[in-house]
């Protein structure tokens, strides 16, 4: 298994500011995935990020307004910068140890976040 | 476009069999993932199909056509801590809207 830790577990912020996300893994994994996800809602995968390249991002999603950083096998950060009420969501970091299709995919607790 | 359909609400009687469906449109299908998530609690990883055919763990059970563009979960001899919301998802990247299980006492 993989145990996550996520910094800030919630917060809330002003318009136009940025909030940085940190994802702690107990121990190295290959593949590290960040999420956005409405409560009650389904998941939305804002972008993959491999340590040692530049992070993949999906459909709708830009590294100017979400840039990620992952230095090591064991630790990611996503930044949502100049933030709107439209980014208030929770955002999950995941994880697989491998990159197989196969590989279990643990998730972090999520960090609530709060735009006013 | 690309999109996954799976049944918003399903209600079942503790100690029964509940299937979920799943039907999905998507280019470059590979596999087909399912995830359990209780209220306030992160997603969990149920299983993954990448082959057509049945995958059993425990008393869960998943299953794959992909000719019909189609998979289920099964949930046996049901638990109330099974109620939860389930997503189809896939590869890790498309999920369907997720499908509440509510159990019956």
């Known amino acids: 298994s993989a145990v996550i830790s996520q910094k800030p577990s919630r917060d809330i912020c002003q318009r136009g500011t940025s909030l940085t996300i940190q994802c702690q893994v107990d121990s190295q994994v290959t593949m590290m995935f960040w999420y956005r996800q409405q409560p009650g809602q389904s998941l939305t995968l804002i972008a993959t990020a491999n340590q040692g390249s530049e992070a993949t991002y999906e459909s709708g999603f830009v590294i100017d307004k979400f840039p990620i950083s992952r230095p090591n096998l064991t630790f990611s950060t996503l930044t949502v910068s100049n933030m709107s009420p439209e980014d208030s969501s929770i955002y999950l970091c995941?994880?697989?140890?491998?990159?197989?299709?196969?590989?279990?995919?643990?998730f972090g607790p999520g960090t609530r976040l709060t735009v006013l | 476009g690309q999109s996954l359909e799976q049944p918003s609400e399903v209600t079942a009687v503790e100690g029964a069999i509940v299937q979920i469906n799943c039907t999905y449109q998507?280019?470059?299908?590979?596999?087909l993932s399912w995830y359990q998530q209780h209220d306030g609690g992160a997603p969990t990883f149920l299983s993954y199909?990448?082959?057509?055919g049945l995958e059993e763990t425990g008393r869960f059970s998943s299953f794959l056509s992909r000719s019909d563009s189609y998979g289920y979960l099964l949930l046996q001899e049901l638990q109330m801590k099974d109620s939860a919301s389930y997503f189809c998802?896939?590869?890790?990247?498309?999920f369907g809207k997720g499908t509440r299980l509510h159990i019956l006492p």
């Open positions: 995941s994880v697989t140890r491998g990159d197989r299709a196969t590989d279990t995919q643990y």
């Open positions: 199909n990448g082959l057509d």
């Open positions: 998507t280019s470059g299908f590979y596999g």
């Open positions: 998802a896939v590869e890790k990247i498309i």
